[in-house]
């Protein structure tokens, strides 16, 4: 609202529209007192001067600025306000009140301009889009590399960890110890051992005369087997430590190192169960492809394995798409083939799935030549084949080429995840804004038509409270003349559709109370409303209020046939300045923590075609008040208490 | 400076620009505003014409240009800026209500000068002039006369400013009855439409829109 604030008189001038059209008198407005309206203000920022007109740092009151807190800045002999910040980061802040837009100057650090930010009482979620998108990157890494140079520090120091901890570290950064560091060597050395035993046993050693060449593997195969069982011993009593250090087992077993070193043993083991069992021996041959398996687990030990893996993974999409028209390509071309070859004799084009294999071929410019067109119609379209094969897969591959490469310079989540972020971000933001703007009003209508109340129980009872000028200092915040301006535009508003402004938690309670409606009870008298009076001011314990014999005059009373009062805790305002002095304010008042108070006049004396007269006199069934409410003697106010801990006294004034 | 006239210079930028998208034949909003440039008459003409001091001018003006920087506001400019002061409900229909009173030479703009003059009728004028202008914002059609259907149309947009989350629940038929209760208290003769005189003198008798005019004078 504030961006706009120039045009506040534009909008009042407005409200002539609604004037003819209400039914009854509008609020008064609030005086325009102070002569100060069009002052220039300098700004003194460590030497650097700025000027702007006292209005415009008025429109945002929750800031340092445009708070009363800049007087503890004043100068007086330089009659100036001096700060000693840094006049190039105060050259955004000063532009953010001039155009209501914050932003992010690129060059400076995120750090500095953030201490900016909050001396300055402005919170970095309302920058503008257009920059906002980089202050969060920057604010990501900074912390990231905060974060890194902290683990680096922590490893240096140990603290006291027991010994499954320990393991833990060891086994997952192998530079920590040298225990670790053995230990990640001997493991690694004999997953090459494994590796290579795997190979060689398949080699043809040399023949033993009469029969013919076999593999090492039959020849030596004792060796051969105690080899594989060391190192299957190895890789099981690695694989239980693991398991044992393992700060979240389950978490451990479902990670794919652990999968892939399952995988890795699981052959040899059912190889044992399994010996002698002439049936199943083409499947236990068939298990043996996956001891393969075990040169994977050099992913552990080198980032970039697992680096490539990460990419795979994350180029998925695209490399679905390489696969997808590939598989495309493919089946035409074969098609187109097969019928063009089908008339040759002695064609190896003998199906469509046959021709599959040349199709491969051609496409990524193999050309083994086992099949070859011999038709003219097939020479062309194999051409066609191989000049197509070389477009369709060169093109997915600088993709995936260039996601490494991203992935391998800044290892960082998934793209979708933080886009998604963002975008919730930015509409949390906006609502932030709007319910600002909404909530100030609802409490300042609370703390404006408290303070009537106050005026009016004080006119009467001037006896009763001593120190009235204090309660109303303290009731009368510093608002500024803009919000007051507004807040009373809002106010003509309501007035004029004789409706009032609630937010979206009582809106939702009262659609639940109209539904379980009773009749009310014919008790409320005077008295009630002394008593909520006296409840509304009874703010500090030691003060005496006892309950006024005499009544007050029911004229006032007329004009209000309901207070609503309302009190509970609204988390949903957070974060900002004004919100924080509220709660300071409140925890005064009422001596409970945590309350807050709306008030709202509900229905007007004259006009018949007006609805809440029926509404106000609703009572609610009737619950303990968890408030301290200081007067014991308050029978006639009815308290609700919603799920949400939020509090509502209804008091029937007449 | 005179406005450039609005075509003429599109069409300059147009091709200068070389920005009109041929693909969507259409020019967007922003382009359109930062081509068509005013500048309003000097602050003494503007003295003379209206009922403001200089120094009322200057807020004004320094508040009218931080919003719109080039001089003039379209409609949908006017109105997101109108809808800033009411963040809960939905004020475009009174909005587009109020642009069409304060467009008085019906350009689809408006310029500072129309923004001032209809300020300074509401700000400064009589009670007369204030009630003029505001049976002229009823009266869609400027016809002379407001009928129901107009009058119902304002009403609504007036009850959809307040949003969705009032105390009690707005019920549907609201702006019918109030509509109703103001047709019974200024339709003297009871003919279905309510004639400038008619309301004017229903409202002078009425006091609670007399002591509500009076508002406006201290607004600026």
């Keep these: 609202m504030a961006t706009v604030a120039g045009w506040l008189p534009f909008a009042r001038a407005a409200a002539i529209g609604w004037m003819p059209v209400a039914n009854c008198p509008m609020p008064v407005a609030p005086m325009d007192n102070s002569k100060r309206k069009d002052e220039l203000i300098i700004l003194n920022v460590s030497g650097r001067r700025f000027q702007t007109w006292r209005t415009t740092l008025d429109r945002y009151p929750d800031t340092l600025l445009g708070s009363s807190e800049k007087d503890f800045f004043y100068n007086e002999e330089i009659k100036e306000y001096f700060f000693d910040r840094d006049p190039d980061a105060f050259r955004s802040i000063l532009n953010f009140y001039r155009t209501g837009k914050l932003h992010y100057p690129r060059h400076e650090c995120i750090t500095a301009y953030d201490e900016e930010l909050i001396f300055f009482g402005i919170i970095p979620e309302i920058i503008g889009d257009c920059c906002y998108e980089e202050y969060k990157d920057r604010k990501r890494e900074n912390m990231e590399r905060l974060q890194d140079d902290q683990e680096e520090n922590k490893d240096m120091k140990l603290p006291h960890m027991n010994f499954r901890e320990t393991m833990w570290r060891a086994f997952e950064n192998p530079h920590t110890s040298t225990m670790a560091l053995v230990f990640y060597y001997v493991t690694g050395f004999f997953i090459a051992i494994s590796v290579i035993t795997n190979v060689v046993e398949t080699v043809p050693c040399g023949s033993t005369g009469n029969q013919k060449d076999m593999p090492c593997g039959e020849r030596y195969t004792v060796a051969f087997f105690c080899m594989d069982t060391a190192c299957v011993m190895i890789f099981t009593v690695e694989y239980l430590l693991r398991l044992f250090a393992a700060p979240s087992r389950y978490r451990f077993m479902r990670s794919v190192m652990s999968i892939i070193d399952v995988v890795a043993i699981l052959p040899y083991y059912i190889g044992l169960v399994m010996t002698n069992n002439e049936d199943v021996s083409g499947a236990f041959v068939t298990l043996r492809v996956f001891r393969v398996f075990r040169i994977f687990k050099f992913s552990r030990h080198s980032q970039g394995l697992r680096i490539l893996g990460y990419t795979l993974k994350s180029c998925a999409s695209e490399l679905g798409f390489l696969l997808f028209s590939l598989t495309m390509a493919i089946i035409i071309f074969a098609t187109v083939m097969f019928y063009a070859e089908k008339g040759s004799s002695s064609s190896k084009f003998t199906s469509i799935p046959a021709s599959f294999w040349y199709t491969i071929v051609t496409m990524t410019t193999l050309g083994y030549g086992d099949m070859v067109p011999k038709t003219i119609a097939g020479k062309i379209f194999g051409s066609i084949c191989s000049l197509s094969g070389v477009l369709v897969i060169a093109l997915p591959v600088p993709v995936i080429v260039s996601n490494f490469s991203r992935i391998y310079h800044q290892n960082q989540r998934a793209d979708k995840r933080r886009a998604q972020k963002v975008k919730k971000a930015r509409l949390a933001r906006i609502r932030i804004s709007k319910c600002g703007t909404t909530n100030n009003f609802l409490h300042n209508k609370r703390n404006g038509l408290l303070n009537e109340l106050l005026e009016l129980t004080t006119s009467t009872n001037c006896l009763l409270f001593q120190d009235t000028e204090e309660d109303e200092q303290k009731l009368t915040k510093s608002t500024s003349l803009l919000e007051s301006q507004h807040h009373h535009l809002l106010n003509c508003l309501e007035k004029t559709t004789a409706h009032v402004f609630v937010d979206e938690q009582m809106y939702a309670q009262n659609c639940l109370e109209t539904t379980l409606q009773t009749y009310p009870s014919r008790s409320p008298s005077i008295s009630s409303h002394d008593s909520s009076a006296g409840t509304c001011c009874g703010r500090r314990g030691k003060r005496n209020t006892p309950q006024p014999s005499s009544h007050p005059t029911p004229t006032p009373l007329q004009e209000l046939s309901a207070i609503h009062i309302q009190c509970g805790d609204r988390p949903s305002h957070t974060a900002s300045r004004s919100n924080l002095n509220r709660k300071a304010d409140e925890s005064g008042w009422l001596n409970s923590r945590g309350s807050r108070i709306t008030t709202a006049i509900i229905s007007l004396p004259s006009p018949p075609a007006l609805t809440p007269d029926a509404d106000s006199l609703r009572r609610p069934p009737q619950r303990r008040p968890p408030l301290a409410l200081d007067h014991p003697a308050t029978p006639s106010i009815q308290t609700t208490t919603s799920s949400a801990g939020t509090n509502i006294i209804k008091v029937s004034a007449l | ?220």
């Design chain 2, 1 to 220: 400076m005179k406005a450039k006239n609005r075509d003429q210079s599109l069409s300059d930028s147009r091709e200068l620009d070389g920005s009109y998208d041929q693909l969507t034949d259409s020019v967007e909003d922003d382009f359109e505003l930062s081509t068509v440039c005013h500048r309003p008459e000097s602050m003494d003409k503007l003295q003379e014409q209206t009922k403001f001091t200089k120094k009322e001018l200057q807020v004004l003006y320094r508040g009218f240009k931080n919003e719109c920087p080039c001089g003039v506001v379209n409609e949908e400019n006017f109105k997101i800026i109108y809808s800033q002061f009411f963040p809960q409900g939905d004020s475009s229909m009174y909005a587009h209500f109020l642009f069409e009173a304060f467009d008085t030479n019906k350009n689809g703009s408006v310029s500072f000068e129309d923004f001032v003059f209809g300020l300074s009728i509401i700000l400064r004028g009589t009670v007369n002039d204030r009630l003029n202008w505001a049976f002229n914002l009823y009266d869609l059609n400027k016809d002379g006369c407001i009928t129901k259907e107009e009058m119902l149309d304002i009403m609504k947009s007036i009850y959809d400013m307040m949003g969705k989350y009032t105390y009690p629940n707005m019920q549907d038929d609201i702006p019918r009855e109030h509509v109703e209760s103001f047709f019974q208290k200024m339709d003297r003769n009871k003919d279905g439409v309510v004639t400038i005189e008619e309301f004017i003198e229903s409202c002078k008798k009425d006091e609670n829109i007399m002591q509500s005019m009076q508002l406006f004078d201290n607004v600026i």
